[in-house]
């Protein structure tokens, strides 16, 4: 199994809405990230956690929290977003945090629309 | 800080032609890793290729190779006999030693003509 799973596909979500998108992996990975990605744009580190642990934030608002319940699930709990955060959100896994060599395997990812 | 340029917003290619998409670099790291992936229209990202800062060969998957040019920092990736399922966007992407995170280059647009 060398999927990433993220669900829903799409989501449509209105200002005030509170939502999470979910990021899974049975690979036995030690990192997990988050990504966005607006039209035409490549994606943008928001977050990575290392063994379970919060270890980059690129500074994102705090509309976007990240969680690790476990070492295979990813959660993005959404609340109160703005339409410019309507973009493709991308989940990703990789074997070991740290190592230069180690590729990213993505989902592939959640079209979220904030009307 | 890592820096990935990609200069061409766009390429195009006739159908079992060579093309060359290039990429460069910039790092403070004496040791990182530089990707490829491929992204069509679904969305997925593809991982092609890597190559690290210290091998001595270039890179080779299938149809795609990585001409890495260390002293220039490029590296760009080459792919032989193109098919119309190539079209798609290229990304570069870099990770340095002891780093969590990858970073992409603004990425190319290839689009292959029958």
């Known amino acids: 199994d060398t999927e990433v799973t993220q669900t829903p596909k799409h989501l449509v979500m209105g200002m005030t809405n509170k939502k999470s998108l979910k990021c899974e992996q049975h690979?036995?990975?030690?990192?997990m990230y988050w990504y966005k990605q607006k039209a035409k744009k490549p994606p943008e580190l928001m977050f990575v956690?290392?063994?379970?642990?919060?270890?980059i934030n690129e500074s994102v608002p705090s509309r976007f929290s990240p969680e690790c319940p476990n070492s295979s699930l990813l959660n993005l709990h959404l609340h109160a977003l703005q339409p410019e955060d309507s973009a493709l959100y991308l989940c990703a896994s990789s074997r070991r945090p740290g190592d230069d060599n180690e590729k990213l395997f993505f989902g592939s990812g959640t079209q979220l629309s904030v009307l | 800080a890592q820096k990935i340029t990609q200069t061409q917003p766009g390429m195009f290619v006739q159908e079992k032609e060579a093309v060359t998409l290039d990429c460069t670099y910039d790092?403070?790291?004496?040791?990182?890793?530089l990707f490829w992936y491929k992204q069509p229209s679904s969305g997925e990202m593809i991982f092609l290729i890597y190559q690290g800062s210290y091998d001595q060969q270039n890179a080779t998957e299938g149809r795609y190779s990585l001409n890495f040019q260390k002293a220039r920092k490029s590296a760009n990736l080459v792919i032989s006999a193109s098919q119309l399922g190539d079209s798609a966007m290229y990304f570069c992407a870099m990770r340095g030693d002891n780093n969590n995170d990858m970073r992409f280059g603004a990425g190319t647009r290839l689009t292959v003509k029958p």
């Open positions: 790092t403070s790291d004496p040791s990182y890793g």
């Open positions: 956690y290392s063994y379970e642990k919060l270890s």
């Open positions: 690979m036995g990975h030690r990192a």
